[in-house]
């Protein structure tokens, strides 16, 4: 293999055009050939692309999903969010790895099998699942898991597998405006051309939408700045790294309404001039490239990407689909960025904003996947009717991820305004002790707040919406969450790099009932120091979940202190046992007693 | 009422030029806030955030934030000062800091900072990275247990040098410095301890071979006088 390297190098670049910015698209790749990165690859990248070496090195060693080491033919990734938790996705790992002799982080010594854990993959309505080199598999049980081990054994390609094994289902719950009439392709499209540029950017204008990604930025302020910009050839950007732990409505949608995504991605170029439009598909998506390629090329043949779209002389605009690796911090706008043009998914320093300084210094709007499929509804109904639905500050529906302790996961739609407990009951909920809105970054809501509202008055949410019943622990729910933020850290800033890790320290000390008042002073200040001083908002988000399970669940917290205002986070004792061994002895004399009551 | 806009640091008031960030025009009017990753020559990276100031109740990057007529600004402000203090700490704590026995002591940036803040103990646990230290070139070592990520070293290769000899990979706390050579080594690079990117680190990553301790500790530049003065002066220790 090393051998070829080089060559397949040389390869994977004259399919990408060479160009820098296509960097983590050619990495992605050369890992597709080799199943790991090896170094000579890397060296030879450098040469031809002219780069830095250790830049590419940089950029492999960013995302998760890219290997610099080798990894077994087969690459076992089982998520660890909270819901796959509860799904019994560890026993199932655990399993799994038994049944083929392997240890989680390693690779087995026939280079057969590695098995590791990943973030949320976006399939927490789809029971316990995993990736096996990179595709999702679904509704896993003893019965599959011990299947697909001989599989493995056998060494049967993935293509050999059953295809039910990897089928996701839609498990649409609820429809309203958006999920209920998919338009038909160019029909928003031809409508916003009727009105013209310009008076179809007021009609976004009248519409009131706002970003669906969570921060609720006004969908056509944000195209109006990037319209007007100084600056050539506008860019505009689909988020579709959906990698908030819970949510999966960017999944439905890209799978099942891909056509108005993609219209919407050009009623937005329509609006703001852009020829340039990019796709950034989270890489635990990577099975809906395919399809969404057909969806691009079948409307290049209609006429509705390309140059002069619908005919119109000058309206030129196309779509390239670019993957992601594995880095929850690339669905921050500016990251994502960074990542598109091939570079690691750090977050900028702002401002300046992306609209005017976005995808290679130029004018760009990011967009989520849901506020651009809204985009066509507002084309073809006008901006009227659209702030017609929803709530007052919160014009349209939303689509919700459902997860966890209910009878009916899966998406659902409702207009704004709707109030948590509605979704409680329609979803199956019993005994609902939390619900965590928006994600690990989101807020833990108690019983005495299901009655408020989801909208940008009350809870504003990109949508994931994770339930817990009275069997659930709130403690182990945060600490879950704070485990996540240490692993997705970019480690750009110091307080994010550091203190995600000095909170996870904390709530495993908690766990293992070592804590003190202390710990709980020490938790506040650092939540505090996270969100004053981070650079981006994964690090202000990061103490989140701590914060709210204090608010709203201390005694969680509490009944895992020793009542003391100090405990040591390690026994002194116990730390002399390995000299203990070495001198053989076990005698009083060997001992420490740390305990406070001796004198 | 002045004519020309300014701030208010501290309560005293700062002037500054139109794209002038308030760390910039800080020192411009010899007012210093703390700051690491930050460098005269160079962008601002916001990074470190030590330089970290309240702007109406927001805590900002001071290297980042622009200047704007009127603000408010508290930087040498007990809440702000104790922020800074657990940041350092939390360097400290990261990386493998043993200021008694380092060559840098009295020289290091970071060591100066703690000594100003008022830094008496890690508070936190030590992480104890592994960090293998690299030797292979012939006149300068590499220690990475120090390293603060300011990217400074990166920068300079990359910005000032043309080489490129620097960068960092993987991400978190994982993070580290690696070098643009397949081997992963220092030597077999094109470095020289000429190299502006030799000179310009913060703390003791990046050191000279052969000189280590020709200045004794305790008469070194951050031994007589405190980081607040001289980083007024210049840069490099």
Known sequence: MPRSAALEAELAMQACGRRPEHLLQMLIRLQEVFGHLPPEALTRLAAVLGLPRARIEGVAGFYSFLHTRPVGRYRLLFPDNIIDRMLGVPRLMDRICRNLWIEPGLLSEDGLVSADTTSCIGMGDQGPSMLVNGRSLTALDDARADALCERIRAGEPLSAWPAEWFAVADNIRRRDMLLSAPPVPGEALAAAQARGRAAWLDEMHASGLRGRGGAGFATARKWQACRDAAGERRVVVCNADEGEPGTFKDRVLLTRMADAVFEGMTLAAWAVGADQGFLYLRGEYRYLRAPLQAVLEARRSAGLLGHHIRGVDGFDFDIEIHLGAGAYVCGEESALLESLEGRRGTPRIRPPFPVTHGYLGRPTVVNNVETLAACCLVAIHGGAWFAGHGSAASSGSKLLSVSGDVARPGVYEYPFGVRVREVLDDAGAVDTLAVQLGGAAGIMLAEHEFDRRIGFEDLPTAGALMVFDGRRDPFEVAANFVRFFAHESCGFCTPCRVGTQLLAGYMDKLAAGNGSFRDLADIEWLDRLLKNASHCGLGSSAPNPVIDGLRNFRPAFERRLKNADFQPAFDLDKALERARQMTGRDDAEAHLDNSPERP | ?237
């Open chain 2, 1 to 237: 009422m002045m004519e020309t806009a300014h701030f208010l640091l501290d309560g005293v008031a700062v002037p500054f030029a139109e794209g002038q960030t308030i760390l910039e025009a800080a020192r411009a009017a010899g007012r210093y806030i703390p700051h690491l990753c930050w460098h005269p020559d160079f962008p601002p990276h916001g990074s470190c955030k030590l330089c970290i100031v309240a702007v109406g109740g927001r805590h900002l990057s001071a290297c980042a934030t622009p200047a704007v007529d009127g603000a408010v600004v508290a930087s040498d402000v007990p809440e702000i000062n104790a922020e800074r203090r657990a940041l350092l700490q939390m360097l400290f704590v990261e990386g493998n800091h043993f200021c008694p026995s380092c060559e840098k002591s009295g020289l290091c940036q970071l060591q100066a900072l703690a000594s100003e803040l008022g830094m008496t103990t890690p508070r936190f646990n030590h992480f104890y990275p592994d960090r293998p230290v690299d030797a292979s070139h012939p006149d300068v070592l590499l220690d990475f247990n120090r390293c603060i990520y300011c990217e400074l070293c990166v920068r300079a290769s990359r910005d000032q040098d043309g080489k490129s000899v620097f960068a960092l990979t993987n991400r978190g706390i994982h993070k580290h410095l690696v070098v643009n050579a397949e081997s992963g080594r220092l030597g077999d690079t094109d470095f020289a301890a000429d190299d502006v990117a030799a000179g310009i680190c913060p703390v003791g990553v990046i050191l000279r071979k052969r000189v280590g301790f020709a200045v004794p500790i305790g008469s070194r530049t951050y031994d007589t006088r405190p980081i607040s003065a001289v980083s007024m002066d210049r840069e490099e220790p």
